[in-house]
Nanobody, 120 residues
């Protein structure tokens, strides 16, 4: 069974930094796209950043220049370095990965979410 487990959320002051991590475990054959999404109260879930298995990245306009996504293919992990955090970055952050496993067809998996709170 494939699982995504996130870590690294918390409370930080505006201008500060946090690093989120997500580890995929289970009978994994390969991971294509990995990404981070976020959902603030009363708002829809939105893509923050994504990265392909080849290292290609994409970012939401609101985080460009402040956030950096990276991955370790050997460890099946993805990270989100968040710098110059703003109060509007406050949300629950979710890890997402499109995984080819040995036990099911390729599909998207989601982590349980980690809270990021930025105080002004």
């Amino acid at each position: 069974q494939v699982q995504l487990v996130e870590s690294g959320g918390g409370l930080v002051q505006a201008g500060g930094s946090l690093r989120l991590s997500c580890a995929a475990s289970g009978t994994i054959f390969g991971i294509n796209y990995m990404g981070w999404y976020r959902q603030a109260p009363g708002k829809q879930r939105e893509l923050v950043a994504g990265i392909t298995s080849g290292g290609g990245t994409n970012y939401a306009d609101s985080v460009k220049g402040r956030f950096t996504i990276s991955r370790d293919n050997a460890k099946n992990t993805v990270h989100l370095q968040m710098d110059v955090l703003k109060p509007e970055d406050t949300a629950v952050y979710y890890c997402n990965a499109h995984i080819v496993s040995l036990s099911s067809l390729p599909r998207d998996y989601w982590g349980q979410g980690t809270q990021v709170t930025v105080s002004s």
